[in-house]
């Protein structure tokens, strides 16, 4: 007898429940897309026991009639597509009629329904893929399913879900998503009969920002910058985390597409390099994206929970996000705005937090009044890109200069004062000189007057020889000196305080780093930063009162002056109007 059987449809389904149904999380999600997709205005999500016991999902949508609810949770069966067609233009979140099959087939549910014109309700009980028939019941124009004791007959499945708390914090997640994209839509979740969130319905039309606001903290809300764009097809909008909210991973960037949340490595990418410079290098930005594209130019079914897409023109999308986030980025004034007073002075004075944001609110309704805002354009080597961005300059020259612990500058301003980070600022005004001229040329360089020797591995050797052209342009001369050992003949002028066999081992770790070596523009961003670091001036170093104006000077002309090239602030502004406040005069 042949060993093969071909499995009954209970199995098809509970195989691939796996698929799509990995944990409660997963039911929530599958279940408010469906109340999405059915025009709800209102959904609401009880859960217990971190979704083990019940997950419950109430929506006040266009609901089914007795002989849908018979046949939603038969597998692939779907109101949203009937032929091939139709795939190309998916405008539903649910397409696949595989969620509720999924889910009855590893679950005990329950499910009520009745569509607007009908007199009553229908019920419907479907244990682990067993049904019983339709009956009549009570309830009001909409649907709700509640989902027991997921797994119960998978024991393995089951000992896999994690602790109440964890599996809560995943379904808050996909709570969060869905009520991200989805604003106008009022939305309740609770967990063992506590109220976790209330969100009401926004007007139509009306932006996500209310929504980040009612789902995430006062910081990251009022850290928002706005951006819209509308080319090629493609419509963005955004809101942009400032530089100084940036977080350590990339989970507090939501992109979404067609009202779906996505995660896209073009996209990922185009974000993270939108971001380069602004921020340090191992910090996420804080993104929420809303993109469309028509339906037909993006193919949604090539993963079984829809998280990942296929573009047809994956290109432009990554182009059009990263010029449109790079620009909005360069074209807003990105000065740290001091947040004062500190926690503990607050606590001493006893006084109650200045809103967050509307000290920075007020400077840039300020600068927008007061300052003549010279715009300028210049040339970037990161993309040409930036070179059609204006740069906001803020045209205020230093009156009385000072230095503190020998590693600040404080200068007084037009309306205020500053405190500049001397390390940071020279870093950046380096860095910026040096890309130009590299650029351009090369660097000069000086001979010195004896050749300081170094040894060097295999690896570094080769490094030498491959990486010739970038050790020339930089003004570095080295000459063999021996079996494994070479010297440096001549050194950048521009780097005269660095020491040249330093320098050169740290290049030669730059040029042998293969995860830099691969990408011209990342490894001479790389060997331009450290050249910066190791030549600017240290904390710690006494300035004469000329070298301090001399930076200050510098400062006005120096691109993206108000971050060092690892994204962190040079420079830190205090208004007349924060003192003020500070000393209660107002
Ligand atoms: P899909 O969403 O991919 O169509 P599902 O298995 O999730 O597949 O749902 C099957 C069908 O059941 C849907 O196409 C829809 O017609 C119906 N349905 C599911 N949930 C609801 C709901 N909350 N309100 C109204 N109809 C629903
Ligand atoms: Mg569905």
Redesign the pocket.
Known sequence: MGRITVLDQNMVNMIAAGEVIERPASVVK?LM???I??GATSITVSIEDGGRRLISVA?N????DGE?LAN?FEPH????VSNSSDLHTISTL????????SITSVSQVRAV?RTKDAAGGNCIEIDCGVKSGVSPCSGGVG?T?QVRDIFYKLPARRKFLRTANTEMSHISEQFTRIALANPEVAMILMHNGRELHRLDAGQPGETQRRRIGQLFSAEICNGLIEFQTNENRLSIRGLLGRPEIARSNNKFQYVFLNGRFIRDKFISHAIREAYRGTVEPDRFGVVFLFIRIPFEDVDVNVHPTKIEVRFYNSNLVHSQILAGLREKLLGTNLETVATIPSAAVRRDMGTARPPDGKIADAMAEFFKKHAPVRTQQRFSYRSAMAAAIPIERTPQLPVNVMQIHDSYIIAQTDDGFVIVDQHALHERILYEELSARVRKSKLESQRLLIPESFELTDAEANAVERHGDLIEKLGVELVPFGPRTMAVQAFPTLLGTAAPADFVRDLLGILTDKELTDDADRLLDAVLNMAACKAAIKAGQKLSLSEMEQLLTDRETTDYANRCPHGRPTIIKFTLGDLEKQFKRT
């Not at 949508?61 to 089914?64: I, L």
């Open positions: 599958e897309e469906n109340s997709d059915a929506d949508g266009c609901g089914m849908d939603a069966a779907t109101s949203k649910g397409f696949r009629g595989e969620a509720l099959a329904s649907t399913i």
